[in-house]
T-cell receptor
Framework: DADVTQTPRNRITKTGKRIMLECSQTKGHDRMYWYRQDPGLGLQLIYYSFDVKDINKGEISDGYSVSRQAQAKFSLSLESAIPNQTALYFC??????????????FGEGSRLTVL | ELKVEQNPLFLSMQEGKNYTIYCNYSTTSDRLYWYRQDPGKSLESLFVLLSNGAVKQEGRLMASLDTKARLSTLHITAAVHDLSATYFCAVDILRAQKLVFGQGTRLTINP
């Protein structure tokens, strides 16, 4: 089983619908991230959380919200989806201690299509 | 604002040849990461470079970091088809543990 699990893996929805992407991890890492990938643009950071009580905006947080329900769970919500939010979304984790190398470990991705 | 630029963005090469992918970044950092992504798949960590002059090698791939030049290279030696993928570099500013990614280099290796 994957250490970082994302659900759903694929989702097609309509403009204006609320969508939640979920991420859970068994790595025991404190830090969790949501990235968005668009062709030719690399990955852009949406939100990140360094522990359960810590939530921070990334480069492209507008139109998104997150919830850190537990150390192992970090959800991304689109309150009212729009077509330009069609993308591949990745959850990632990293360790939280002072020896942390900063290396990210990625889930398998959630492909979202907004019609 | 940190910018991370890779070049080339697309690279088609023949098996057996050598080539280098470049990753330039605009702000001081001593932490750089290389990832591989196969089509439709997740990102797999290749190298973690944590200091100036760091060099790491795995099989036909070798990565290096020059923090003074703000440059990392990913060198491919005697390419084989299995190395076809998109390669991303990412930089961590001020050890904030928020990685900024380059655009990716799509590498195609032809028999």
């Amino acid at each position: 089983d994957a250490d970082v699990t994302q659900t759903p893996r694929n989702r097609i929805t309509k403009t204006g619908k609320r969508i939640m992407l979920e991420c859970s991890q068994t790595k025991g890492h404190d830090r969790m991230y949501w990235y968005r990938q668009d062709p030719g643009l690399g990955l852009q950071l949406i939100y990140y959380s360094f522990d359960v009580k810590d939530i921070n905006k990334g480069e492209i947080s507008d139109g998104y919200s997150v919830s850190r329900q537990a150390q192992a769970k970090f959800s991304l919500s689109l309150e009212s989806a729009i077509p330009n939010q069609t993308a591949l979304y990745f959850c990632a984790t990293s360790e939280g201690d002072s020896a942390n190398t900063g290396e990210l470990f990625f889930g398998e991705g959630s492909r979202l299509t907004v019609l | 604002e940190l910018k991370v630029e890779q070049n080339p963005l697309f690279l088609s090469m023949q098996e057996g040849k050598n080539y280098t992918i470049y990753c330039n970044y605009s702000t001081t950092s001593d932490r750089l990461y290389w990832y591989r992504q196969d089509p439709g798949k997740s990102l797999e960590s290749l190298f973690v470079l944590l200091s100036n002059g760091a060099v790491k090698q795995e099989g036909r791939l070798m990565a290096s970091l020059d923090t003074k030049a703000r440059l990392s290279t990913l060198h491919i030696t005697a390419a084989v088809h299995d190395l076809s993928a998109t390669y991303f570099c990412a930089v961590d500013i001020l050890r904030a543990q928020k990685l900024v990614f380059g655009q990716g280099t799509r590498l195609t290796i032809n028999p």
